[in-house]
């Protein structure tokens, strides 16, 4: 175990799931390595794996206090929406988890096309932790869909000034400048976008900045520079 916990610490995830495995052969009621096995899932996006150790660990003693959250980041990872709403209520979790379940929930009411109630648990998830950006952001994307654009401009204004690293931002402004067809302006959020993601040395977050200035400049009718964004 102190090799994967090792590997964990150092975000070698697959290593850690590994060496978990590898204890569990020998001693499979072993809680920490199922633990760990169930959390390096969940990093590397494995949401099937990762609910399958959570509830495992369940099993060998684990109490929905400690994991109950991340068994529910696990379920809407999988897009398991209605699931991830029938098993974990508003009061499911401690009281400190419960902001990042009424994001989880609300992400879920959105998806399953229910707006009012996703504005509600985003707005509840909000309320209590100001800081939690991703609420603020589903929200605004909400306020995008419903073509509420003078709402969408001061919620983007407030949050340029509070979460100007976050590339999911900058893809949201430059969408609500799309609609008001302010052409130059979404090109420039695109352009800051993917400059915070090269910075972030991810290569996964570019993809959508660069998918936005193609588009963009298509619907231009600038052939060559659209060339250009499609050979990077």
């Not at 072993?30 to 660990?57: M, T």
């Not at 699931?83 to 994001?103: I, K």
Request: aromatic residues 4%; hydrophobic residues 45%.
């Amino acid at each position: 175990m102190e090799r994967a916990n090792a590997a964990c610490d150092a975000g070698d995830f697959r290593a850690a799931a590994i060496d978990a495995r590898a204890v569990l052969q020998n001693d499979s009621a072993n809680l920490e390595a199922r633990l760990l096995l169930a959390r390096s899932a969940l990093y590397v996006g494995d949401g099937a794996s990762a609910e399958k150790e959570f509830r495992r660990a369940l099993e060998l003693g684990l109490t929905l206090d400690d994991g109950g959250l991340q068994l529910a980041r696990a379920v809407g990872l999988q897009q398991n929406f209605q699931a991830l709403l029938d098993e974990f209520p508003p009061d499911s979790l401690p009281v400190g988890d419960r902001p990042e379940l009424f994001l989880l929930r609300g992400r879920a009411h959105r998806a399953l096309g229910d707006n009012d109630a996703a504005i509600e648990s985003l707005e509840e998830a909000v309320r209590l932790d100001s800081s939690l950006v991703k609420a603020r952001l589903a929200l605004l994307g909400i306020a995008l869909d419903k073509g509420e654009l003078n709402n969408a401009s001061l919620m983007i204004e407030q949050l340029k000034q509070d979460a100007p690293d976050e590339v999911s931002l900058w893809l949201l402004s430059a969408r609500h400048n799309v609609i008001r067809q302010q052409t130059d302006a979404a090109t420039a959020d695109f352009e800051q976008g993917l400059s915070i993601a090269r910075s972030n040395d991810d290569p996964s977050q570019a993809i959508a900045p660069l998918q936005g200035q193609f588009g963009v400049e298509l619907g231009k009718r600038d052939r060559d520079a659209a060339r250009a964004r499609l050979a990077e």
